[in-house]
C-alpha cells in the first residue's frame, strides 16, 4: 500500500480545515429571510416587508434616482461613442472620423485587423447592451439585468485592457500610436468606457431591488 508522503498528509489535512471554517462561517451568516435559492435550502416566499421594500425602490421614477439617471446619461454617451468609431472601422468618409483617427486613435487605422475588429464587436454587440440596460434601467422588474450586466462587464474590461494596451504598445508602429498631446484624452475617454459597466454591475448587486420581480408580478406573466 502507497502512503502519502507528510507534507502531503499535512497539506490535504490543512485544506480540510479550511473548508470547514468557511463551511460554518457560511452557515452561521446565511440570512434567516430572503427571496434567492441557496444551495442547501429552498426558496423562500418574500415576506411583507421585503415586498414592501421592493415596492417602495419601484415605485420612484427616473428623475428620483439619481445615480441611475446618471447611468442612464453615460449609457447614451458610450452608445454614441460605440457608433462613432464602429463607423470609423468602416472607413466612413466624414471629415470628423478622419480627423479623429488623425489627432486622437490613428490605431484604429492600423492594417492589422484587430482595431477594426473590436469596434465593429462594440458596435453590433455592446450597442444592443446598453439600449437593453436603457430599458432595464427605467423599466422595474427586468430580473435579467444582473446577469447580462455581469457578462457584458467582464469582457468589455477585457477587450478595453487590450485595446489601450495596443494603442500605446512601443511595438504598434509609431503612426498608428497615440500622439503624444492625445493622450489624456484618450485615457480619459477609454478608461471611461471601460468602467461604465462595472459600475452597472455595482448598481445591480448591491441595490437589486429595483430589479426584483415578485410572486405577484410572476403570476401575471
Not at 89 to 109: G, I, N
Amino acid at each position: 500500500m502507497h502512503l502519502l508522503p507528510q507534507e502531503d498528509t499535512g497539506g490535504i489535512l490543512l485544506l480540510k480545515v479550511i473548508y470547514t471554517a468557511i463551511q460554518s462561517r457560511l452557515q452561521r451568516s446565511r440570512p434567516k429571510e430572503t427571496g434567492y435559492r441557496t444551495s442547501e435550502t429552498p426558496p423562500l416566499p418574500f415576506t411583507a416587508r421585503v415586498v414592501k421594500v421592493i415596492q417602495e425602490a419601484q415605485a420612484k421614477d427616473l428623475l428620483r434616482r439619481p445615480f441611475d439617471l446618471m447611468l442612464v446619461v453615460c449609457l447614451l454617451l458610450a452608445t454614441g461613442f460605440c457608433l462613432f468609431r464602429g463607423l470609423i472601422a468602416l472607413d466612413c468618409p466624414s471629415e470628423l472620423c478622419r480627423l479623429y483617427t488623425q489627432f486622437q486613435e490613428p490605431y484604429l487605422k492600423d492594417p492589422a485587423a484587430y482595431p477594426k475588429i473590436q469596434m465593429l464587436a462594440y458596435m453590433f454587440y455592446s450597442v444592443p447592451y446598453f439600449v437593453t440596460a436603457l430599458y432595464g434601467l427605467v423599466v422595474p422588474g427586468c430580473s435579467w439585468m444582473p446577469d447580462i450586466t455581469l457578462i457584458h462587464a467582464g469582457g468589455l474590461a477585457q477587450a478595453q485592457f487590450s485595446h489601450i494596451g495596443a494603442s500605446l504598445h512601443a511595438r504598434t508602429a509609431y503612426v498608428y500610436r497615440v500622439p503624444e498631446e492625445a493622450k489624456i484624452l484618450f485615457l480619459a475617454l477609454n478608461i471611461a468606457y471601460g468602467v461604465l459597466p462595472q459600475l452597472l454591475v455595482y448598481r445591480c448587486i448591491y441595490k437589486p431591488e429595483f430589479f426584483i420581480k415578485t410572486k405577484a408580478e410572476e403570476k401575471v406573466e
